[in-house]
């Protein structure tokens, strides 16, 4: 004996949530199915436990500059819909208390916890039914009669319309899994190669070893990746680590940095050290290290000034050619990442099914009636800062509307 919905939903994280509950709201009969033990796992550790919901610079005008994807306009009929206010409203309607904290970051005062708590409850007035956990062991389509048929360790069921939200591969300790490719692959939808990222890059061997002493320091910088029309710059923090770079500087260039290819930093961004150094130099006798640090941190001014012996010494007596290599390095720092911390350390994962696919005002499979794609199995990846959830509320919403 098969169940029966109107809807299917696969995946209770952000998207699938709200989009269940907006469709039960819409008097849907849907079924809401994860396998994992706890729900929405990656919003409770989101944000450091704060979970930063959301991000108010997000222009609904151009919503495509914070986002990445083989087809940048994807995302802008789901995002205009249903904007970071939409989401703020809600936000408010259930009494959580919020703050922005950085360029436009909306974080909850309390537990991350508080938005679980609100999409639960979203669920709850929409009558959702959700079996969790419930491992979903096979999917098929009856062409005939229109429905998916699901075996699931709850038994069969069955509906029309098939909703899947299974998210991507970061954090697969907590039970990220390729399900939504393997179905999009199985229904015969293109997918873009999934990689991680905002995910921080390594650096190996003898040409680190100077600055993973380095490791725990973090400084303001402007880094930069790509040439010409495809070159992206982020002025951010960036942290040393024991394996290489991280912070937000280093997260929101490595969804745009292409292996192989270089990174260039500048540690004093909208400084011309060039002349600042030979400023010095004419009026100085302080060391070269102590005269750097007066423009980045001293523990990088010793770094930097260590490996050259002509800089170990006042700065009357540096040579010139020294103290412009010197403010090269400074300003333009360019480096070549080994690679990625992987899947383990992304918040993120970049590509998943093709936008081609996929109708971009409903998230239906333009060749697989009644198969909706939301949240991040679909190529769309936000900045970091909230850009990712409002894409998971937005493109749930869209879906939704749909069903
Ligand atoms: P999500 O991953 O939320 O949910 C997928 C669900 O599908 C999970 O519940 C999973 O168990 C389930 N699932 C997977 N495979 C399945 C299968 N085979 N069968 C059944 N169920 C299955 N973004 C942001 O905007 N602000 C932030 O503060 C942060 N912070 C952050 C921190 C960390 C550490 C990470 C890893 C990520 C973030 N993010 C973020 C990114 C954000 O968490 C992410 O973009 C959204 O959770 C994506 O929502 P989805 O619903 O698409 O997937």
Not at 51 to 63: I, Q, V
Not at 332 to 338: A, K, N, Q
Not at 365 to 370: E, H, K, L, S
């Given at each position: 004996m098969s169940s029966s919905f109107d809807a299917i939903v696969i995946g209770a994280g952000a998207a699938g949530l709200f989009c269940a509950a907006q469709a039960g709201q819409r008097g849907l009969r849907v079924l809401l199915i994860d396998h994992?033990?706890?729900?929405a796992e990656k919003i409770r550790i989101s944000g450091g436990g704060r979970c930063n919901f959301t991000n108010r610079e997000l222009d609904p005008r151009a919503p495509q500059r914070h986002y990445l994807g083989e087809n940048p306009h994807f995302c802008r009929s789901a995002l205009a819909r249903y904007t970071p206010a939409d989401f703020i409203a809600l936000v408010d309607l259930h009494g959580i208390a919020w703050h922005e904290k950085h360029k436009g970051q909306l974080f909850c005062d309390g537990p991350s916890q508080q938005i679980i708590d609100l999409l639960l409850a979203e669920c709850a007035d929409g009558h959702v039914e959700r079996w969790q956990p419930c491992a979903v062991q096979s999917v098929a389509f009856d062409a005939d009669a229109g429905r998916y048929r699901l075996q699931t360790a709850r038994g069969q069921v069955e509906a029309p319309q098939l909703v899947i939200a299974t998210g991507g591969l970061a954090i697969p300790q907590i039970g990220a899994t390729d399900f939504g490719w393997r179905i999009a692959a199985q229904f015969g939808l293109k997918t873009i190669a999934p990689r991680p990222a905002l995910v921080p890059l390594t650096f190996g061997g003898q040409a680190w070893a100077p600055y993973a002493q380095l490791a725990g320091l973090a400084l303001p910088v402007a880094i930069s990746t790509g040439t010409g029309k495809a070159r992206m710059r982020f002025d951010e923090d960036l942290l040393f680590t024991h394996r290489g770079l991280s912070g937000p500087a280093i997260l929101q260039i490595s969804t745009y940095w292409q292996p192989g290819t270089a990174l260039t930093l500048d540690f004093a961004p909208g400084t011309d050290v060039q002349a600042r150094l030979t400023e010095a130099k004419r009026d100085s006798r302080k060391r070269v290290a102590n005269e750097l640090a007066t423009l980045v941190p001293s523990r990088l001014a010793d770094a930097w000034t260590g490996e050259d012996p002509g800089l170990q010494r006042p700065i009357n007596e540096a040579a010139d050619k020294s103290l412009a290599q010197l403010a090269e390095r400074i300003s333009r720092w360019s480096l070549v990442p080994e690679g990625t911390e992987g899947y383990k350390k992304a918040e993120v994962t970049a590509?998943?099914?093709?936008?081609?696919?996929?109708?971009?005002?409903?998230?239906?499979?333009a060749r697989q009636p009644g198969l909706f794609f939301i949240g991040e199995t679909v190529d769309v990846t936000g900045w970091l800062g909230g850009y990712n959830f409002q894409w998971a509320w937005a493109s749930a919403h869209a879906c939704a509307q749909a069903l």
């Amino acid at each position: 004996m098969s169940s029966s919905f109107d809807a299917i939903v696969i995946g209770a994280g952000a998207a699938g949530l709200f989009c269940a509950a907006q469709a039960g709201q819409r008097g849907l009969r849907v079924l809401l199915i994860d396998h994992a033990e706890r729900v929405a796992e990656k919003i409770r550790i989101s944000g450091g436990g704060r979970c930063n919901f959301t991000n108010r610079e997000l222009d609904p005008r151009a919503p495509q500059r914070h986002y990445l994807g083989e087809n940048p306009h994807f995302c802008r009929s789901a995002l205009a819909r249903y904007t970071p206010a939409d989401f703020i409203a809600l936000v408010d309607l259930h009494g959580i208390a919020w703050h922005e904290k950085h360029k436009g970051q909306l974080f909850c005062d309390g537990p991350s916890q508080q938005i679980i708590d609100l999409l639960l409850a979203e669920c709850a007035d929409g009558h959702v039914e959700r079996w969790q956990p419930c491992a979903v062991q096979s999917v098929a389509f009856d062409a005939d009669a229109g429905r998916y048929r699901l075996q699931t360790a709850r038994g069969q069921v069955e509906a029309p319309q098939l909703v899947i939200a299974t998210g991507g591969l970061a954090i697969p300790q907590i039970g990220a899994t390729d399900f939504g490719w393997r179905i999009a692959a199985q229904f015969g939808l293109k997918t873009i190669a999934p990689r991680p990222a905002l995910v921080p890059l390594t650096f190996g061997g003898q040409a680190w070893a100077p600055y993973a002493q380095l490791a725990g320091l973090a400084l303001p910088v402007a880094i930069s990746t790509g040439t010409g029309k495809a070159r992206m710059r982020f002025d951010e923090d960036l942290l040393f680590t024991h394996r290489g770079l991280s912070g937000p500087a280093i997260l929101q260039i490595s969804t745009y940095w292409q292996p192989g290819t270089a990174l260039t930093l500048d540690f004093a961004p909208g400084t011309d050290v060039q002349a600042r150094l030979t400023e010095a130099k004419r009026d100085s006798r302080k060391r070269v290290a102590n005269e750097l640090a007066t423009l980045v941190p001293s523990r990088l001014a010793d770094a930097w000034t260590g490996e050259d012996p002509g800089l170990q010494r006042p700065i009357n007596e540096a040579a010139d050619k020294s103290l412009a290599q010197l403010a090269e390095r400074i300003s333009r720092w360019s480096l070549v990442p080994e690679g990625t911390e992987g899947y383990k350390k992304a918040e993120v994962t970049a590509g998943g099914v093709d936008t081609r696919e996929l109708s971009s005002q409903t998230l239906e499979a333009a060749r697989q009636p009644g198969l909706f794609f939301i949240g991040e199995t679909v190529d769309v990846t936000g900045w970091l800062g909230g850009y990712n959830f409002q894409w998971a509320w937005a493109s749930a919403h869209a879906c939704a509307q749909a069903l």
